[in-house]
T-cell receptor, first 113, second 116 residues
């Protein structure tokens, strides 16, 4: 089965460091989503792309977070500088568009010390 | 805008008993509804989806859900719980409030515990 691949699976770093998370969507999928999951806030949508174009990043703190799709096989989420409150599991998902299910990767577990 | 409410953040059932996880939605247009399951240290996996073709939807692992427009509900059921069903379950609705918007609105999740 085709899968969404996320790297790294785990990341521990110190406050102030840059963090880059990567996602390889399922081949042929034209939408990509970034989510953050925490115990307190649950699952939050940070940003999403259609055909590599960013459509909505209203859920993302603009001053420190950025999301890009350099090409159709790679999506990145960067945090600079990182803060302890950014500790969470970050999920990438891809899909085939309107009313279609999203397929999730296994996430990046991020800990900011 | 659409919204989803999952009643009960924790549900416990005995092995072999009926599983019932509740989901109610609000939508001004016919919704597309989904159930996802999340096992520990994994991403969300699609269990089933409702796309208006049939009100009773069968999914993987013996789960099914029934769309009831009059009750604005999409509850998830399984006749006989198995230990491997222990996980967190999320209900989601397509956000059709803006044309071409592919976002899903997720519920807050229900953690299912199976008692041996």
């Amino acid at each position: 089965d085709a899968r969404v691949t996320q790297t790294p699976r785990h990341k521990v770093t110190e406050m102030g460091q840059e963090v880059t998370m990567r996602c390889q969507p399922i081949l042929g999928h034209n939408t990509v989503f970034w989510y953050r999951q925490t115990m307190m806030q649950g699952l939050e949508l940070l940003a999403y792309f259609r055909n590599r174009a960013p459509l909505d990043d209203s859920g993302m703190p603009k001053d420190r977070f950025s999301a890009e799709m350099p090409d159709a096989t790679l999506a990145t989420l960067k945090i600079q500088p990182s803060e302890p409150r950014d500790s969470a599991v970050y999920f990438c998902a891809s899909g085939l568009g309107l009313n279609q299910p999203q397929h999730f990767g296994d996430g990046t577990r991020l800990s900011i010390l | 805008a659409q919204s989803v409410t999952q009643l009960g953040s924790h549900v416990s059932v005995s092995e072999g008993a009926l599983v019932l996880l509740r989901c109610n939605y609000s939508s001004s247009v016919p919704p597309y509804l989904f159930w996802y399951v999340q096992y520990p240290n994994q991403g969300l996996q699609l269990l089933l989806k409702y796309t208006s073709a049939a009100t009773l939807v069968k999914g993987i692992n013996g789960f099914e859900a029934e769309f009831k427009k009059s009750e604005t509900s999409f509850h998830l059921t399984k006749p006989s719980a198995h230990m491997s069903d222990a996980a967190e379950y999320f209900c989601a609705v397509s956000d059709l409030s803006n044309f071409g918007n592919e976002k899903l609105t997720f519920g807050t999740g229900t953690r299912l515990t199976i008692i041996p």
